[in-house]
């Protein structure tokens, strides 16, 4: 709409230069083969055997959906930085105190809920790093140590796929399979909370413990930490 007013304040564009022509394209000569072709006959086919992909396992980690975008979000931040503590050479005495605002507020947890999920996260971190084992399974001595391991592979005639959240071979010789839950757990008897949850989430803890068995000879051993209660909660599969 502006044009009409402001064409004569801009120098009018120079003409485009003619464009070279393209060069000639030289295709090689068409080679026929004396007729008759010979046709052989066709290769045996190899045997192969379907296997069924599950894009989701239907026997995956139950998903609780009461739980909210504050509870996910301090899981998600309380696993990354434990990943980040587990490939640092030396672990600290305490938590770095960061400030976990902006990455809370990416994650979708609202204002109101940002302080409590930070004093959530600042306490996991503190007394994972407070615990002898919490220290022991970031510890850096350990062989063949991985965070955020995925493996695919097939379980049960069918190929899923993994992410382990701590996995490591010990002194004894022992490949370690560990899941991060960061539940809390408020009265009744904790034992029977850790039970519970060790029944609950023995199927995914067995998927991963045969996923990881072909990482090398060592026998697996499977458990769930909590980094709220550091508990570690053996798991048999």
Do not use: M
């Not at 045997?47 to 739980?67: F, G, I, K, Q």
Request: charged content about 20%; aromatic content about 8%.
């Amino acid at each position: 709409a502006l044009w009409p007013v402001l064409r004569s304040h801009f120098p009018a564009p120079e003409p485009a230069a003619a464009a070279d022509a393209p060069p000639a394209v030289s295709l090689p000569p068409l080679r026929h083969w004396a007729a008759p072709w010979p046709v052989g006959s066709p290769p045996v086919q190899a045997p192969a055997e379907r296997v069924a992909l599950s894009l989701r396992d239907p026997e995956a980690a139950p998903e609780y959906r009461w739980v909210g975008i504050a509870a996910r979000a301090v899981g998600t931040v309380v696993h990354a930085e434990l990943r980040r503590l587990a490939q640092s050479n030396v672990l600290p005495a305490a938590a770095s105190g960061r400030d976990y605002q902006r990455w809370l507020q990416q994650l979708g947890v609202e204002t109101g809920e940002q302080a409590a999920a930070q004093a959530q996260i600042q306490a996991a971190l503190q007394r994972t790093l407070n615990d002898e084992r919490g220290r022991w399974l970031l510890g850096a001595a350990h062989h063949e140590s991985h965070c955020e391991l995925p493996l695919t592979g097939v379980y049960q005639g069918r190929v899923i796929n993994a992410i382990i959240d701590r996995t490591f071979v010990d002194a004894a010789g022992t490949r370690w399979v560990i899941d991060y839950k960061t539940s809390s757990h408020e009265g009744g008897s904790l034992p029977e909370f850790l039970s519970r949850e060790a029944e609950r989430h023995r199927p995914q803890l067995a998927r991963y413990a045969t996923l990881a068995a072909a990482l090398g000879p060592e026998p697996v051993r499977a458990a769930l930490y909590f980094p709220l209660l550091s508990e570690l909660c053996e798991v048999p599969v």
